[in-house]
């Protein structure tokens, strides 16, 4: 088993001179990453210190020089720590806090904005990195083991703090060769970086590719229809990673996603969000000869750990698809309300993970490690936290979180029942559903996402009526063609539901809201207090 300061060590082999990162028009080698990676190795450890397991902050600005910096991190035996860029400075000062780091490598620019923040930790720049001309031949880098921590990504944490996820060496690499039994990435592939760096998709959709030899196109942060499907066709590329909404966004202009009917596209995956099946249709009904690859994984397990893959579409399926089954040499079970596992197909129980990808724990929370991290017998399974179904072919269904039941006049309702009737409906591509009280009232309050003039208020009243009961139906319904995203590329759906929250307060008779069509919008309407 090798690491990940070995990382291209297949492609140095078979391919050194191919191109591994195309960016704006500059193509850049697997000989060229390693190079500079080593000179950058001998320079954190020969003027900086670093020592084996020092962590070395990356405020992960999307740029090819991260890779290099990753990979002279591991090279060095210390640990990556991406970072948002945006982070605001009270978290970004918890998490210098909690990690404390030897060195923070960050843009010239953002250093300068950040040095409260920053305080005494040394940094060195990005552009110190892109013009350092050193080969680092001769660098003396130590042994770096499989077992030894090789990153922490952040994960929101329920107590209102950032959780680093730690992993290992051993379980990134598990993972690269988990997922490529279905991706299968070779010399000759490309695929492209949409995940933003402090994100664990930038090891599904950058560092695995290059560990594999194929080459990864960078892009900006702009996901529109055109400018995606241009970049698919001119960079060839061959495996496209993006959560459900970006696929959405992509396959809006239906006369430019046609183009893609001559694409060398042959793989896409989809996950992190519930993924309405027609939009999976869309993209098989177009793209000749396409697999679709619907998966799911927390970072906890290393991005992803199981997967469900459709050849071929399925136009009366109104249900989400399946996340399938887990990768080779990971394990799932289900759990019920006093922990025991449910051996019974057919019922719902919260997942448990167990297996070769698994984190190491949170770093510096012991007491948050051991209460998601269970032993049984052998195994220790992760709690995910997510309600899940396995039927008698082994094969796993979401059905919701653990916290999406509510209790409304003494009936249960299980709030993941209502999006999904709402998204049964051909032109929503998202919806999310939450409750809100009203003169000691509670409501229930969906939004969804669809293209205005496309759908109507009347249709998705009927898909609720068509699909639940009565007292399970939204009150108040919004709508919304431009939804709020996260940092990692998602539908944010805290704030669109509180968008929808504020929208119902000040007028509380109107049961249809048209919300705010934009980021910004939406973020300035919550922000103003209610009437």
Same mark, same amino acid.
């Given at each position: ?197 402090? %994100?664990?998709?930038?090891? !599904? ?7 594999? $030899?194929?080459? &990864?196109?960078?892009? #900006?942060? @702009? ?33 430019? %996603?046609?183009?893609?009917? !001559? ?7 989809? $996950?992190?969000? &519930?993924?309405?099946? #027609?939009? @999976? ?47 080779? $040499? ?202």
């Amino acid at each position: 088993m090798n690491t990940l300061a070995e990382l291209l060590a297949l492609p140095l082999r078979t391919c050194p001179d191919a191109v591994a990162i195309r960016t704006h028009g500059q193509q850049i080698s697997f000989e060229t990453i390693e190079r500079k990676a080593r000179a950058l190795s001998e320079i954190l450890i020969s003027e900086y210190g670093m020592e084996s397991a020092d962590r070395i902050i990356v405020l992960a600005d999307k740029r090819p020089s991260i890779v290099v910096s990753a990979y002279a991190i591991w090279k060095a035996g210390c640990i990556y720590v991406p970072v948002d860029i945006k982070s605001p400075q009270l978290r970004l000062q918890h998490i210098i806090s909690s990690i404390r780091p030897r060195l923070i490598i960050a843009g010239r620019r953002l250093l300068t904005d950040l040095a409260r923040a920053i305080d005494s930790v040394p940094a060195l720049t990005f552009e110190d990195i892109e013009a350092n001309s050193a080969c680092g031949a001769n660098a003396v880098l130590p042994v770096v083991t499989d077992d030894e921590p090789a990153m922490i990504i952040h994960t929101s944490g329920s107590t209102g703090t950032p959780k680093g996820v730690v992993l290992t060496h051993k379980s990134v690499i598990t993972y690269f060769n988990n997922h490529n039994e279905y991706l299968k990435f070779e010399t000759g592939s490309v695929g492209m970086n949409n995940g933003p760096f402090h %994100f664990d998709v930038s090891i !599904q959709d950058t560092f695995l590719p290059l560990y594999f $030899g194929s080459a &990864v196109v960078f892009h #900006g942060d @702009i996901f529109l229809s055109s400018i995606m499907i241009d970049l698919i066709l001119k960079n060839r590329v061959t495996h496209l990673i993006a959560v459900s909404s970006v696929l959405d966004l992509i396959s809006r202009d239906s006369i430019k %996603f046609n183009a893609l009917q !001559q694409s060398n596209l042959r793989v896409v995956v989809t $996950g992190g969000e &519930v993924c309405p099946p #027609g939009l @999976i249709n869309r993209w098989l009904e177009t793209v000749p000869g396409l697999r679709v690859l619907y998966g799911y994984g927390p970072t906890e397990c290393n991005s992803l750990c199981f997967t469900f893959e459709i050849r071929e579409p399925d136009t009366h399926r109104d249900a989400p698809y399946p996340i399938g089954s887990p990768f080779r $040499g990971m394990r799932a079970a289900l759990f019920d309300d006093a922990g025991n596992i449910i051996p019974q197909p057919q019922r719902i129980g919260v997942l448990g993970i167990a297996g070769p990808q698994l984190m190491m724990g949170y770093w510096n929370d012991p007491e948050m490690t051991r209460r998601v991290m269970r032993p049984i017998g052998g195994d220790t399974y992760y709690i995910t936290g997510d309600y899940c179904m396995c039927d008698s072919q082994g094969t796993f269904s979401f059905i919701g979180r653990t916290d999406s039941e509510v209790k409304i006049r003494g009936r249960r309702i299980n709030l993941n029942e209502v999006r999904n009737a709402m998204m049964s409906h051909p032109g929503v591509s998202y919806a999310a559903v939450g409750t809100v009280e009203i003169r000691g009232e509670v409501r229930i309050a969906a939004f969804v996402v669809a293209e205005e003039g496309l759908v109507s208020y009347q249709d998705l009243h009927h898909a609720a009526d068509s699909r639940l009961l009565d007292y399970m139906r939204p009150y108040y319904i919004g709508m919304m063609s431009m939804p709020p995203r996260t940092a990692t590329g998602k539908i944010n759906e805290k704030l669109a539901l509180e968008a929808l929250r504020e929208s119902i307060l000040r007028n509380s008779a109107a049961r249809e809201l048209r919300l705010a069509t934009s980021t910004a919008e939406a973020a300035k309407t919550v922000a103003e207090p209610a009437a």
